[in-house]
């Protein structure tokens, strides 16, 4: 086959299996952003106690974004007086401690993945949490959020700071089923997937041209296959490495992390990776335009240490337990498009998708899309009004 095509048909392969699983993630994580308001995820992270980070966490997890938008919403919180550890504790987990994450990681390698996911992400915030308790000074603090009060763009700030929940009183259940409910959970579902994709498509791409053009022994060599030790100490060292030059972040970084995987890179070393799509080359650059440049290195500096020490963790303890998959059993989805389970749910989900779509854009969804790159102030405003005008 030519190499382009095989390039192109490991990408069509991976972005068929995981499509269904994507769809249902962005709907979960849509349907508690509309009921969710944003001044209440303010209010409940105020200090860097281990309750309250747990919190943060969780409500990271129920907030799914891309990386950019993620970051953009965790400065939006700082502002807004969150305490600033708690943002990062929900920024991290809103990447990556996420539903949909956790089913393309089962679908594409395995669930012994998405239990190392989320048993490394709990571990990152712990061991950031240590890390700015002991090295975060007064002094940096203060001037990154000087820096924060300027307001300096970054990406997604539009989308980050679009509060679609709804305002209606009432039950979770009465608010979430009302006309209002299904308008803001189309709105909150497009929108998450119109900030995902560019990545989304870049990783796929990226992931199929490396699977078929770099060749399994120099991934081996990289890794140090046949070096049992080595190769776990070197893998979560160097993976958020490779993933900080590969510009893919969130969902995105799958796919890739699967060409790791089968090319030898450590257990730890693949949740490492994963977990550096928060450090990638222009998020690093949008830190800096954030909180200043001497801040952008301490959360560098900090981010990687976590996750190397995540990494670590995992690995000895799924390799302790005897949790780790052989990665002779790795490969990459080629079977392309079959009547299997895979078809007939990536048929129900595509209609679900039609659904929220259509909903979307007869509500004045349009005019949200072009606001997604705007400044945190209009993107707010405009879709607080919006929203009153189309129930």
């Known amino acids: 086959m030519h190499p382009v095509l095989h390039a192109l048909s490991i990408t069509g392969s991976m972005t068929w299996e995981i499509t269904w699983a994507l769809i249902l993630g962005f709907a979960l994580s849509a349907v508690v952003q509309a009921v969710v308001r944003k001044s209440t995820v303010v209010s409940l992270l105020g200090d860097d106690r281990p309750r309250t980070l747990a919190v943060a966490a969780g409500l990271g997890i129920a907030s799914s974004s891309c990386s950019y938008a993620a970051v953009a919403l965790a400065r939006s919180l700082f502002r807004k007086g969150a305490d600033f550890t708690a943002a990062m504790a929900f920024e991290i987990a809103s990447t990556n401690l996420v539903v949909e994450l956790g089913v393309i990681l089962a679908l594409l390698m395995g669930w012994q993945?998405?239990?190392?996911?989320?048993?490394?992400?709990?571990?990152?915030?712990?061991?950031?949490?240590?890390?700015?308790?002991?090295?975060?000074?007064?002094?940096?603090?203060?001037?990154?959020?000087?820096?924060?009060e300027r307001g300096l763009a970054g990406s997604m700030e539009g989308h980050a700071a679009m509060d679609m929940s709804?305002?209606?009183?009432?039950?979770?259940?009465?608010?979430?089923?009302?006309?209002?409910?299904?308008?803001?959970?189309?709105?909150?579902?497009?929108?998450?997937?119109?900030?995902?994709?560019?990545?989304?498509?870049?990783?796929?791409?990226?992931?199929?041209?490396?699977?078929?053009?770099?060749?399994?022994?120099?991934?081996?060599?990289?890794?140090?296959?046949?070096?049992?030790l080595a190769a776990k100490l070197w893998g979560p060292l160097v993976g958020p490495l490779v993933a900080i030059a590969s510009f893919v972040c969130s969902i995105g970084n799958v796919p890739l992390a699967v060409v790791l995987w089968k090319g030898g890179i450590s257990f730890g070393g693949v949740v490492a990776f994963i977990f550096a799509d928060l450090l990638i080359l222009p998020i690093l650059n949008i830190y800096r335009k954030y909180y200043g440049a001497r801040m952008a290195a301490f959360?560098?500096?900090?981010?990687?240490?976590?996750?190397?020490?995540?990494?670590?963790?995992?690995?000895?303890?799924?390799?302790?337990?005897?949790?780790?998959p052989d990665q002779a059993d790795a490969k990459l989805p080629m079977e392309g498009v079959s009547w299997n389970y895979t078809t007939w749910l990536n048929i129900a989900f595509l209609a679900l998708a039609t659904v929220l779509l259509v909903r979307?854009?007869?509500?004045g969804g349009?005019?949200?899309?072009?606001m997604m790159g705007g400044s945190p102030e209009t993107g707010h405003d405009h879709t607080h009004g919006m929203r009153h005008g189309h129930h």
């Open 299 to 324: 959360l560098l500096g900090t981010f990687y240490l976590a996750m190397v020490v995540a990494g670590y963790a995992v690995e000895f303890a799924f390799g302790g337990l005897g949790l780790i």
């Open 360 to 363: 979307f854009l007869r509500t």
């Open 166 to 228: 709804v305002r209606r009183e009432g039950s979770f259940t009465s608010r979430l089923f009302s006309r209002e409910g299904f308008t803001a959970t189309s709105h909150v579902f497009v929108m998450e997937w119109a900030a995902i994709l560019r990545d989304l498509v870049a990783g796929l791409l990226i992931a199929g041209a490396i699977a078929a053009w770099v060749p399994d022994s120099f991934w081996r060599t990289f890794f140090f296959e046949g070096h049992p």
């Open 113 to 148: 993945f998405t239990a190392a996911e989320f048993v490394g992400g709990p571990v990152m915030i712990v061991v950031l949490a240590v890390l700015f308790r002991l090295f975060l000074r007064t002094g940096l603090l203060r001037q990154a959020r000087e820096q924060a």
């Open 366 to 370: 349009a005019a949200m899309l072009r």
